[in-house]
């Protein structure tokens, strides 16, 4: 069962499904204006939807205080079972110098769904399927890390 909270945040991300240009320059913060990056999409949908500031980049939500790790990556995919709606899955990009090699990030929706804004020439954010996704990434060498919760 979700909570009001979780439910509130899932419909919060899913108004904004394939509405936003990707861009990484300082339009990434103008969420409601159309444009987002995969951080800050999930952002922009806590602080608007929940108030709760959960840091505006990968790097700092990996590292945020306000959340609690639920999973490390011990496998390509993470255990549906012990995600809940909200949850944020961290996956390893190409950067070394940014903790735990960190370089994109997706919500868990529940029943094995992702919604998250990737570079792919098509509007986002979009909604994915858990394993298929996590098995992409994996593939393409940027595996799963782990998954937080922001939601208590």
């Known amino acids: 069962m979700k909570s009001s909270k979780q439910v509130q945040i899932v419909r919060q991300a899913l108004l904004l499904r394939e509405k936003n240009q990707y861009t990484q320059s300082s339009r990434r913060l103008l969420v409601d204006k159309g444009y987002s990056d995969c951080s800050s ?9 929940l108030k709760i500031d959960i840091g505006m980049d990968t ?3 990996i590292l945020s205080l306000k959340g609690l790790d639920v999973d490390f990556g011990d ?19 190409t950067d070394t110098s940014r903790p735990f090699q960190v370089g994109h990030v997706e919500m868990y929706l529940g029943q094995k769904k992702l919604i998250g804004h990737n570079d792919n020439g098509h509007p986002g954010p979009t909604v994915k399927n858990l394993d298929t996704f996590c098995r992409e990434r994996a593939n393409a060498g940027r595996t799963y890390i782990k998954t937080r919760r922001f939601l208590f």
């Open 41 to 49: 999409f999930v952002w922009w949908i806590y602080l608007s939807t």
């Open 75 to 93: 496998m390509d995919t993470p255990d549906a079972a012990r995600l809940k709606p909200g949850d944020l899955l961290f996956f390893k990009g």
């Open 59 to 61: 790097p700092e939500q």
